[in-house]
């Protein structure tokens, strides 16, 4: 999945944030994956971990994780990729904004950041502009 300096070894936690990381960096714009289904495919992978643990992996990924991100952004780092602000300014190039919760919900306190970028990328939201719609926008990594 993600790959790491040589000669470093991950703890098992980091090993479980650079899974959900690798994961939610493929996920293309326009497109949304809930907690929930990047627990199920991380832990087929690694056989732990929910989607408690998912959230609380984004929630670190612009400054706990920051050294799981590989520096080269691929292409989506071109598209203003950025984790959840963190109190040093670091976006860490995770588009957590496309990770939303069982009923299409980004985290409330970056809700109006997450629905701007959301919508500049054209996912599709509910009728009332304040969810993800999941039955058209919900992303499986076998589907790129």
Known sequence: ??????GTQLTDVEEYAAAVLDVVR?????????????AEIVGEE????GPRQVGSVMAGSGDRYAHLVPDDDGPEGADGDAAPPSDD???GGVPWWRVVN???SPPKQYLTEALDALRAEGCPLSRD???VNLRRAVWFPEDD
């Open 1 to 6: 999945m993600t790959d790491s300096p040589p």
């Open 26 to 38: 493929r996920i293309p714009s326009g497109r949304a994956m809930t907690y929930g289904l990047i």
């Open 46 to 49: 690694l056989g732990r971990g």
């Open 89 to 91: 300014g670091d976006d």
């Open 102 to 104: 069982a009923v299409g």
């Open 129 to 131: 502009g304040r969810r």
